[in-house]
Protein backbone atom coordinates (compact mmCIF):
# COMPACT_ATOMS: atom_id res chain seq x y z
CA UNK A 1 0.00 0.00 0.00
CA UNK A 2 3.05 2.03 0.34
CA UNK A 3 3.36 2.26 -3.13
CA UNK A 4 0.18 4.67 -3.76
CA UNK A 5 1.50 7.53 -1.65
CA UNK A 6 2.80 10.89 -2.81
CA UNK A 7 6.76 11.58 -1.23
CA UNK A 8 6.16 14.45 0.27
CA UNK A 9 3.32 13.11 1.90
CA UNK A 10 5.71 9.78 3.04
CA UNK A 11 8.10 12.11 4.26
CA UNK A 12 6.06 14.88 6.39
CA UNK A 13 3.11 11.84 7.62
CA UNK A 14 5.10 8.76 7.92
CA UNK A 15 8.58 9.62 8.70
CA UNK A 16 8.57 11.78 11.47
CA UNK A 17 8.76 10.38 15.40
CA UNK A 18 6.80 13.08 16.68
CA UNK A 19 3.53 15.22 16.51
CA UNK A 20 2.88 17.50 19.53
CA UNK A 21 5.25 18.07 22.02
CA UNK A 22 4.64 14.84 23.66
CA UNK A 23 7.83 12.97 25.04
CA UNK A 24 10.33 11.73 22.68
CA UNK A 25 10.83 8.02 22.06
CA UNK A 26 11.74 5.37 19.77
CA UNK A 27 8.92 3.77 19.43
CA UNK A 28 8.73 3.08 15.90
CA UNK A 29 10.58 -0.12 16.37
CA UNK A 30 8.04 -1.12 18.88
CA UNK A 31 5.09 -1.39 17.12
CA UNK A 32 6.70 -2.29 13.85
CA UNK A 33 7.62 -5.64 15.54
CA UNK A 34 3.85 -6.41 17.13
CA UNK A 35 2.16 -5.13 14.08
CA UNK A 36 4.32 -7.00 11.65
CA UNK A 37 2.76 -10.05 11.96
CA UNK A 38 -0.43 -9.10 11.63
CA UNK A 39 0.74 -6.96 8.46
CA UNK A 40 2.01 -10.23 6.88
CA UNK A 41 -1.25 -12.37 7.86
CA UNK A 42 -3.24 -9.40 5.93
CA UNK A 43 -1.13 -9.08 2.86
CA UNK A 44 -1.23 -13.12 2.45
CA UNK A 45 -5.04 -13.14 3.03
CA UNK A 46 -5.67 -10.20 0.74
CA UNK A 47 -3.18 -10.09 -1.70
CA UNK A 48 -4.58 -8.78 -4.75
CA UNK A 49 -7.07 -5.89 -3.27
CA UNK A 50 -4.00 -5.38 -0.90
CA UNK A 51 -1.57 -4.07 -4.17
CA UNK A 52 -4.13 -2.45 -6.17
CA UNK A 53 -6.52 -0.45 -4.29
CA UNK A 54 -5.29 1.97 -2.52
CA UNK A 55 -8.91 2.78 -0.35
CA UNK A 56 -9.54 -0.70 0.51
CA UNK A 57 -6.10 -1.54 1.53
CA UNK A 58 -5.66 1.44 3.45
CA UNK A 59 -8.85 1.11 5.35
CA UNK A 60 -7.94 -3.13 6.35
CA UNK A 61 -4.18 -1.83 7.56
CA UNK A 62 -6.28 0.83 9.70
CA UNK A 63 -9.04 -1.53 10.74
CA UNK A 64 -6.87 -4.23 11.90
CA UNK A 65 -3.73 -1.54 13.62
CA UNK A 66 -7.03 0.18 15.52
CA UNK A 67 -8.47 -2.94 16.40
CA UNK A 68 -5.61 -5.10 17.08
CA UNK A 69 -2.77 -2.64 19.12
CA UNK A 70 -4.39 -1.99 21.61
CA UNK A 71 -3.84 -5.02 23.75
CA UNK A 72 -0.53 -5.93 22.14
CA UNK A 73 1.72 -4.36 25.10
CA UNK A 74 0.94 -6.21 27.99
CA UNK A 75 -2.74 -4.61 28.75
CA UNK A 76 -5.39 -3.24 27.18
CA UNK A 77 -5.36 0.43 26.88
CA UNK A 78 -8.56 2.37 27.92
CA UNK A 79 -9.69 6.10 27.51
CA UNK A 80 -9.47 7.97 30.74
CA UNK A 81 -10.08 11.91 30.69
CA UNK A 82 -7.83 14.39 31.90
CA UNK A 83 -4.27 12.89 31.68
CA UNK A 84 -2.83 15.07 28.79
CA UNK A 85 -0.14 16.36 29.51
CA UNK A 86 0.95 13.95 32.67
CA UNK A 87 0.34 10.80 29.78
CA UNK A 88 -0.07 11.24 26.33
CA UNK A 89 3.53 9.94 24.87
CA UNK A 90 3.40 6.59 23.46
CA UNK A 91 5.42 5.22 26.10
CA UNK A 92 3.34 6.61 28.69
CA UNK A 93 0.69 4.89 27.47
CA UNK A 94 2.00 2.03 27.33
CA UNK A 95 3.91 1.83 31.12
CA UNK A 96 -0.10 3.28 32.39
CA UNK A 97 -2.18 1.36 30.33
CA UNK A 98 -4.69 4.30 29.59
CA UNK A 99 -4.49 8.20 28.14
CA UNK A 100 -7.33 10.44 27.21
CA UNK A 101 -8.32 11.09 23.51
CA UNK A 102 -4.80 13.12 22.78
CA UNK A 103 -2.69 10.50 24.18
CA UNK A 104 -4.65 7.79 22.21
CA UNK A 105 -4.57 9.80 18.80
CA UNK A 106 -1.06 10.19 19.31
CA UNK A 107 -0.49 6.37 19.90
CA UNK A 108 -2.58 5.32 16.89
CA UNK A 109 -1.13 7.87 14.90
CA UNK A 110 2.49 5.91 15.53
CA UNK A 111 1.17 2.66 15.38
CA UNK A 112 -0.23 3.55 11.78
CA UNK A 113 2.85 5.10 10.79
CA UNK A 114 5.13 2.25 12.12
CA UNK A 115 3.55 0.37 9.37
CA UNK A 116 3.60 2.80 6.82
CA UNK A 117 0.34 4.79 6.65
CA UNK A 118 0.29 8.51 6.49
CA UNK A 119 -1.54 9.61 9.94
CA UNK A 120 -1.60 12.91 11.52
CA UNK A 121 -3.33 14.08 14.69
CA UNK A 122 -6.32 16.41 14.92
CA UNK A 123 -8.42 18.35 16.44
CA UNK A 124 -10.13 21.41 18.20
CA UNK A 125 -8.72 23.34 21.42
CA UNK A 126 -12.18 24.50 22.47
CA UNK A 127 -15.71 23.48 21.49
CA UNK A 128 -17.65 25.97 19.90
CA UNK A 129 -14.49 28.56 20.59
CA UNK A 130 -14.75 28.13 24.49
CA UNK A 131 -12.76 26.47 26.30
CA UNK A 132 -15.37 25.61 29.53
CA UNK A 133 -16.58 23.45 26.56
CA UNK A 134 -13.61 21.62 26.43
CA UNK A 135 -11.37 20.49 23.86
CA UNK A 136 -11.19 16.83 21.65
CA UNK A 137 -8.63 15.09 19.64
CA UNK A 138 -8.76 12.76 16.79
CA UNK A 139 -6.80 11.73 13.71
CA UNK A 140 -6.59 12.06 10.23
CA UNK A 141 -5.78 8.74 7.66
CA UNK A 142 -4.27 10.25 4.11
CA UNK A 143 -6.83 7.69 1.56
CA UNK A 144 -6.64 8.02 -2.37
CA UNK A 145 -5.09 12.04 -1.97
CA UNK A 146 -7.51 12.76 0.53
CA UNK A 147 -7.40 12.82 4.53
CA UNK A 148 -10.15 11.55 6.37
CA UNK A 149 -10.78 12.05 10.22
CA UNK A 150 -11.40 9.22 12.30
CA UNK A 151 -11.08 8.11 15.76
CA UNK A 152 -9.31 5.76 18.37
CA UNK A 153 -11.12 2.12 19.74
CA UNK A 154 -10.98 3.39 22.95
CA UNK A 155 -12.18 6.50 22.37
CA UNK A 156 -15.30 6.15 19.96
CA UNK A 157 -15.97 2.38 21.35
CA UNK A 158 -15.63 0.81 17.47
CA UNK A 159 -13.69 0.85 14.77
CA UNK A 160 -15.30 2.95 11.48
CA UNK A 161 -14.63 2.54 7.98
CA UNK A 162 -12.57 4.69 6.41
CA UNK A 163 -12.43 2.88 2.58
CA UNK A 164 -14.46 4.82 -0.38
CA UNK A 165 -17.64 2.68 -0.24
CA UNK A 166 -18.69 3.08 3.79
CA UNK A 167 -17.23 5.99 4.86
CA UNK A 168 -19.55 8.14 6.66
CA UNK A 169 -17.99 11.10 8.95
CA UNK A 170 -22.01 11.65 10.44
CA UNK A 171 -21.01 8.17 12.20
CA UNK A 172 -18.52 9.99 14.58
CA UNK A 173 -20.20 11.31 18.26
CA UNK A 174 -18.80 14.93 17.60
CA UNK A 175 -19.57 15.24 14.03
CA UNK A 176 -22.49 17.38 13.91
CA UNK A 177 -24.30 20.60 13.81
CA UNK A 178 -23.90 21.50 17.25
CA UNK A 179 -20.15 20.84 17.45
CA UNK A 180 -19.43 22.66 14.26
CA UNK A 181 -21.50 25.27 14.85
CA UNK A 182 -18.96 27.81 13.25
CA UNK A 183 -17.09 28.85 16.07
CA UNK A 184 -15.22 25.69 16.09
CA UNK A 185 -11.87 26.29 14.62
CA UNK A 186 -10.12 22.62 13.92
CA UNK A 187 -6.17 22.05 13.13
CA UNK A 188 -3.96 19.14 12.28
CA UNK A 189 -0.65 18.93 12.50
CA UNK A 190 2.67 18.63 10.46
CA UNK A 191 6.15 18.73 10.10
CA UNK A 192 6.99 21.85 7.93
CA UNK A 193 8.22 24.40 9.96
CA UNK A 194 6.86 26.70 7.36
CA UNK A 195 3.25 26.45 8.16
CA UNK A 196 1.01 29.21 8.19
CA UNK A 197 -0.63 28.00 10.89
CA UNK A 198 0.33 26.43 14.25
CA UNK A 199 -1.24 23.34 16.13
CA UNK A 200 -2.73 24.96 19.19
CA UNK A 201 -1.97 23.01 22.62
CA UNK A 202 -5.07 23.20 24.74
CA UNK A 203 -3.21 22.39 27.92
CA UNK A 204 -0.64 25.05 27.09
CA UNK A 205 -1.73 28.04 24.70
CA UNK A 206 1.68 29.75 25.48
CA UNK A 207 3.36 26.83 23.23
CA UNK A 208 2.45 28.32 19.72
CA UNK A 209 5.99 26.24 17.83
CA UNK A 210 4.17 23.16 16.63
CA UNK A 211 3.45 23.14 13.10
CA UNK A 212 -0.05 22.70 11.89
CA UNK A 213 -2.88 23.44 8.94
CA UNK A 214 -5.95 24.60 9.64
CA UNK A 215 -9.06 22.05 8.58
CA UNK A 216 -11.57 24.63 10.21
CA UNK A 217 -13.34 25.01 7.10
CA UNK A 218 -13.86 21.88 5.93
CA UNK A 219 -15.18 20.16 9.09
CA UNK A 220 -17.90 22.55 9.35
CA UNK A 221 -18.78 21.87 5.83
CA UNK A 222 -18.71 18.23 6.86
CA UNK A 223 -20.09 18.32 10.13
CA UNK A 224 -22.51 21.23 9.75
CA UNK A 225 -24.50 18.51 7.68
CA UNK A 226 -24.69 16.15 10.44
CA UNK A 227 -27.66 16.30 12.74
Not at 35 to 52: A, F, G, Q
Not at 156 to 175: L, Q, R
Not at 178 to 195: H, I
Request: aromatic share 14%; with cysteine; charged share 20%.
Amino acid sequence: WTSHIPKDIFYEYVLPFALINEGRSNWRPLFHDALSPLMKELIELNSDEIRWNDSASIDKVYKVVNEKVWSMFGKNIYFKSGQTPLIYDPMSVIAFGYASCTGLSIFLVNALRSVGVPARLAGTPAWNGSAENGNHSWIEVYVNNEWRFTESLPAANGVISIADDSYDPCNFWFCNSFKFDGQTRVYATRLDASADDNFPLAWDASDTGVPGVDRTDFMTLTCSACA
